[in-house]
């Protein structure tokens, strides 16, 4: 076999010189008029020679083009798969400043809790009894500007409530930009599938293997003249892939048949859209009291709400922060209620006569006017800030179904661990042909709520694509065949003998190298591995 491809370069100019340019003169003029002699069989020989050039010339092109789509399709490959980690990796930094929050958060809530534990223990019914310099120092306890103080308890649960926010921020961003990613993933295969689909305008890898095939099959099969250009440049290859040439008497035709394999699938691997447990959590609510004085009763409250979590907390620690919230505005009114209780007490004008006795007379003292109010008024606050006090054990404690930072905390791992491993195992796969099928097993974006773009579907399974892990062709065998029918019709002007000369040549070319999808090496190439003359 050889190739006699057309329209190759000359090689670059000779210089003849010597003694030698005679003999060679002599042998071209012997070779020439060996040629006329023998110009009766020279027919057979030239269609023979045609046919089988045209067949290998078919067949590695059409394989060659297809190694060419394949080994972009390796890059794009390579593309997705670094996108997806580096996205991971921009995911894991949010995920662990937002955890970061939350850690910080449960500190703060947890120093509030010691503080008022302190306050509720110092401030007791049986301290207003004591001598005068005792009763200072318990009042006193419940309000200290340096440290172990309601007032500390108030600022420590402050603070908790913006760690919660923060998070809940981050937790926003961490949706969108994890339900961005998904997106222009789909789209990075999209892209990759149309590629594979329609190289060059219009055309799909098959179809543009398949053209370059039957062009350079028909280019090395002997046809000539601008007739066949024009056959050529006017569509002729579709549908019937066959031309006939030469004037009537004396015509020759050529038929190519490529064979060429189909893509039945693209094998994605991917990670499963896998949250946690959907959670239904009731969020803490509380309503204490308390009375100054004898006067009227004021009650701070908060509703209790049953708060189904989102897969990245966002509503859940919006709630939260309004549960801190009230918290701390009720610790700043025990504060000031508190430090008034303080500034009536303290004085020689607040005194009354006996109370500095020892027990038991100052017990009947203590408890007429003014000091029972005043006793009233601290067991009241006691109350109160033991109520708030409840309700922050609670949150800081974990139990299963309070809406806490431990259970959002818990929440927030889980997604990470789940929704978008590091890298996906060998599986699961999903087996896709066009783009819209990956858009309808991956259907989870419902309408837009804010413009932060789409949210993603509570607890519905969907795509997020690492790489293509395989390409599947029916027929399985990655080859193209190519069968170049030629044949010419001779008239003997003088006889009118009509004689025919038919040559079949058929051509495989396969697909070598190591060039494996999933693996990113794009050396894919084309050999011949058989060939055969009819």
Not at 62 to 70: L, V
Not at 319 to 327: C, S
Request: overall charge negative.
């Amino acid at each position: 076999m050889f190739f006699s491809f057309r329209n190759k370069q000359p090689m670059g100019k000779g210089k003849l010189s010597g003694q030698i340019f005679p003999f060679l003169l002599v042998g071209i003029v012997g070779l020439l008029a060996l040629g006329l002699a023998v110009s009766g069989i020279f027919g057979g020989v030239r269609v023979r020679t045609c046919a089988a050039n045209g067949a290998d010339a078919g067949s590695l092109a059409t394989a060659s083009r297809f190694c060419y789509a394949f080994n972009e399709l390796c890059l794009r490959n390579r593309a997705m798969r670094d996108y997806y980690n580096l996205d991971w990796s921009r995911y894991t930094t949010m995920h662990l400043v937002a955890d970061a929050y939350l850690t910080e958060g449960r500190q703060k809530s947890a120093r509030a809790q010691v503080l008022l534990e302190s306050a509720v223990g110092d401030v007791r019914r049986g301290s207003w009894c004591e001598y005068w310099g005792h009763l200072e120092n318990a009042e006193n306890n419940l309000y200290k500007p340096e440290g172990e103080t309601l007032d500390t308890a108030f600022g420590q649960t402050l603070e908790a409530a913006r760690c919660v926010g923060a998070f809940s921020i981050m937790g926003r961003y961490m949706r969108f930009f994890t339900n961005n990613f998904k997106n222009n993933q789909q789209s990075n295969y999209c892209l990759a599938n149309r590629f594979m689909e329609s190289i060059f305008t219009t055309q799909s890898s098959l179809q543009d293997a398949r053209s370059t095939g039957l062009t350079y099959a028909f280019n090395n099969s002997c046809t000539t003249g601008d007739a066949f250009n024009t056959w050529v440049a006017t569509g002729g290859f579709n549908p019937n892939p066959t031309f006939e040439w030469g004037p009537t008497g004396n015509e020759c035709g050529v038929t190519v048949t490529i064979n060429t394999p189909i893509i039945r699938s693209y094998q994605i691997r991917y990670a499963t859209w896998n949250y946690p447990q959907k959670k239904t959590l009731q969020s803490e609510g509380f309503s204490c009291s308390y009375t100054h004085e004898g006067d009227a009763t004021l009650t701070i409250s908060r509703a209790s709400k049953t708060i189904s979590l989102d897969p990245f907390n966002e509503d859940g620690a919006w709630e939260l922060v309004g549960v801190y919230r009230d918290l701390s505005n009720a610790l700043y009114n025990a504060r000031n209620w508190a430090n008034h209780i303080r500034g009536q007490t303290v004085g020689a004008s607040h005194h009354t006569e006996g109370c500095d006795d020892i027990p038991p007379n100052c017990h009947e003292v203590c408890n007429s006017e003014p000091w029972g109010h005043r006793e009233s008024s601290v067991d009241s606050l006691n109350g109160f800030v033991n109520c708030l006090l409840s309700a922050l054990r609670r949150l800081n404690e974990d139990h299963d179904g309070i809406l806490s930072m431990i259970n959002i905390q818990q929440n927030n791992t889980q997604i990470y661990q789940n929704v978008w491993p590091p890298t996906p195992p060998n599986g699961p796969f999903f087996a896709s042909l066009t783009c819209d099928d990956v858009k309808v097993a991956s259907a989870n974006a419902i309408a837009s709520d804010d413009d932060m773009g789409d949210p993603l579907e509570k607890n519905t399974p969907g795509l997020m694509i690492y790489i293509i892990d395989d390409v599947f062709l029916t027929p399985p065998p990655w080859r193209t065949d190519c069968t170049v029918d030629l044949w010419c019709r001779h008239t003997d002007p003088d006889t009118g003998v009509v004689t025919y000369d038919h040559a079949r040549g058929y051509s495989r070319a396969t697909f070598s190298g190591d060039g494996i999808i999933r693996t990113f090496k794009d050396d894919f190439w084309a050999q011949i591995d058989e060939a055969s003359l009819f």
